[in-house]
């Protein structure tokens, strides 16, 4: 679901980054996603197994233009619910380590069925 995850926010034209995989000398991009993978538990077990994998992520984004930073979440909002991705809630301020960068995020989740 992670390549899935990225290919969505791709889409939007600006880098898609693990969280935390910038190094301490990389500049920040203008604009860009972050994302990290919380848990991907297995959901609803019968008979000892599991019928798919709840998959739990972070995905944030941050920007220079503080507008920018909720308009492209909110699009990015829009676009993942599109792709059945389970969106709960309007998104949250996350912290930045760059005082030029604002922060936005959301929690996202992806329901996998295993094929029987």
Known sequence: MEDNLIDILTEFGYPVLRQGSLTPDEKYPEHFFTFWNNDAPDHSHY?????????????????????????????????????????????????????????????AYYLQIQEV
């Open 47 to 107: 008979d000892n197994s599991e019928y798919g994998t709840e998959w739990n992520f972070d995905v944030n984004f941050y920007s220079t233009d503080p507008e920018k930073t909720y308009s492209v979440l909110a699009q990015a909002r829009t676009k993942l619910k599109e792709n059945k991705w389970i969106i709960p809630g309007q998104g949250y301020d996350v912290a930045s380590d760059e005082i030029t960068h604002t922060g936005r995020g959301l929690r």
